[in-house]
């Protein structure tokens, strides 16, 4: 976490393009795409509206690494690490966040939509006021005592996973002058291995911003970016209690869920 909240406010004394220049550099690169017929599922590596991909992005081909050997050294976790009651970002410090208190739930599928059991499954997000607890993250938001923003679960038999929480906030960022991050929840995954890490980010319906995002519009295809943005969903919905949010992630094939690279978080 504390990585992601760094790099996203850095660049904020240094930054003076205005919103304009970086949408027509966004429109310039959803084109070229367009003419050459691509249809990108996940980012560009090189998207240069996204100010920090530019110097950041890998160059090389990646290493590979012995999954077994890495197994050796790196940290393991088993089902009964997990409580249950870490899904539950509400209950976390004793009192109840402020904010629109939602559930996300959806499953984790393959390439052929089978189920991917045993995953662990971890969140991290800003409150409702746009705000991380981060030394780093100085946005002029209030802090709530009762919500730490970060959680964690298994999947179940079918895949599946669920977290009560509360509906982030956007928040401003260092990529160009004004810029907001549209309203998120940071995803990460992991396999039975420690090398089958992946990282995405979950958005909500509607949100204004989503035009304006150099980093979700850095998923080139449409179609790719839709999947990011979860479906309100008015079954899941409790009557005067919360409101039901509809997300699942596909980790290949033609739907995969767009994933982030290694030290490309923001
Ligand atoms: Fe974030």
């Known amino acids: 976490m504390s990585e992601v909240v760094m790099e996203e406010h850095e660049g904020r004394q240094c930054a003076p393009e205005p919103q304009q220049q970086i949408t027509a550099e966004i429109e310039d690169l959803h084109r070229q795409d367009e003419r050459a017929g691509l249809h990108r599922t996940q980012s560009r590596l090189d998207f240069a509206p996204y100010r920090s991909s530019v110097l950041r992005h890998p160059t090389k081909a990646p290493a590979h690494a012995d999954p077994e050997g890495v197994e050796l050294f790196s940290p393991v976790f088993g089902t009964r690490d997990v409580d249950p009651l870490e899904a539950d970002l509400t209950i976390q410090r004793g009192g109840e966040p402020i904010g629109e208190r ?98 995405t980010q979950m958005y909500f319906p509607g949100d204004p911003l989503f035009a304006l995002d150099p980093i979700y519009q850095s998923v080139t295809d449409p179609q790719a970016r839709d999947r990011l943005v979860a479906t309100y969903h008015h079954d899941l919905s409790e009557h005067e209690y919360l409101l039901g949010y509809h997300w699942d992630i596909v980790l290949t094939g033609a739907h995969a869920t767009r994933m982030e690279l290694e030290g490309d978080h923001a």
């Open 102 to 199: 939602i559930r996300i739930s959806g499953r984790i599928l393959d390439g052929d939509g089978h189920p991917v059991r045993g995953q662990l499954v971890e969140i991290w997000q800003a409150n409702a006021a746009g705000r991380y607890i981060h030394k780093r993250d100085q946005h002029p938001a209030p802090i709530d005592p009762h919500f730490t923003g970060a959680g964690r679960t298994i999947t179940g038999e079918d895949g599946g996973y669920a977290f009560l929480t509360i509906k982030p906030g956007p928040y401003p960022w260092g990529n160009h002058r004004n810029a907001w991050r549209p309203a998120h929840v940071h995803f990460s995954l992991f396999g039975r291995e420690f090398t089958q890490r992946m990282i």
